[in-house]
T-cell receptor, first 112, second 111 residues
Framework: NAGVTQTPKFRILKIGQSMTLQCTQD?????MYWYRQDPGMGLKLIYY???????DKGEVPNGYNVSRSTTEDFPLRLELAAPSQTSVYFC???????????FGSGTRLTVV | QKEVEQDPGPLSVPEGAIVSLNCTYS??????FMWYRQYSRKGPELLMY????GNKEDGRFTAQVDKSSKYISLFIRDSQPSDSATYLC???????????FGKGTKLSVIP
């Protein structure tokens, strides 16, 4: 009964470093999402995918990249980390796309 | 105007009180309306969802949607300290791939 699993839970990056945030789901959902959550700013969509091999930009995609080679996995890549990318990142999946998202427990990223 | 507006609070109530949380939205195409609960340092979890207008009840929780006024409400009866969390409203349209979230209201229920 894992649902959506995100790793790592915490990470500190130096400016200019790169990293990949991992997300995997075991519910066979076609739709997957990456959000970032900043204090007082709510959830902002970074990228989403409607199925393996299909991805699209959300509201705040700059500085990030994604890939979706399998139904289960949807990694988020940060290239050249910047302090503005300090945030909590949530991965989510959904059967329908319109409602009923299941979220992971988040990755807290600090860029120094 | 933001698509979904939600008062961030914080809202503090005594245990046992009735809590009313509200959102307004601007896009008349929205048809799905959700409430998520997010405990500190956790991911949001789906609490309730409704389709179109009307009420939906689940235990102590009631979700209400008034499409004519573009108003979404969540009522919590007999509030408990375990209800202390941030509550996020969310909406989407039919066939949409994306949810639009409010910024969340932080609720504290004081024993």
């Amino acid at each position: 009964n894992a649902g959506v699993t995100q790793t790592p839970k915490f990470r500190i990056l130096k400016i200019g470093q790169s990293m990949t945030l991992q997300c995997t789901q075991d519910m066979n959902h076609n739709y997957m999402y990456w959000y970032r959550q900043d204090p007082g700013m709510g959830l902002k969509l970074i990228y989403y995918s409607v199925g393996a091999g299909i991805t699209d930009k959300g509201e705040v995609p700059n500085g990030y990249n994604v890939s979706r080679s399998t139904t289960e996995d949807f990694p988020l890549r940060l290239e050249l980390a910047a302090p503005s990318q300090t945030s909590v990142y949530f991965c989510a999946s959904s059967e329908t796309g319109s409602y009923g998202y299941t979220f992971g427990s988040g990755t807290r990223l600090t860029v120094v | 105007q933001k698509e979904v507006e939600q008062d961030p609070g914080p809202l503090s109530v005594p245990e046992g009180a009735i809590v009313s949380l509200n959102c307004t939205y601007s896009n008349s195409a929205f048809q799905y309306f959700m409430w998520y609960r997010q405990y500190s340092r956790k991911g949001p979890e789906l609490l309730m969802y409704t389709y179109s207008s009307g009420n939906k009840e689940d235990g102590r929780f009631t979700a209400q949607v008034d499409k004519s006024s573009k108003y979404i409400s969540l009522f919590i009866r007999d509030s408990q300290p375990s209800d202390s969390a941030t509550y996020l409203c969310a909406t989407s349209g039919a066939g949409s791939y994306q949810l639009t979230f409010g910024k969340g209201t932080k609720l504290s229920v004081i024993p």
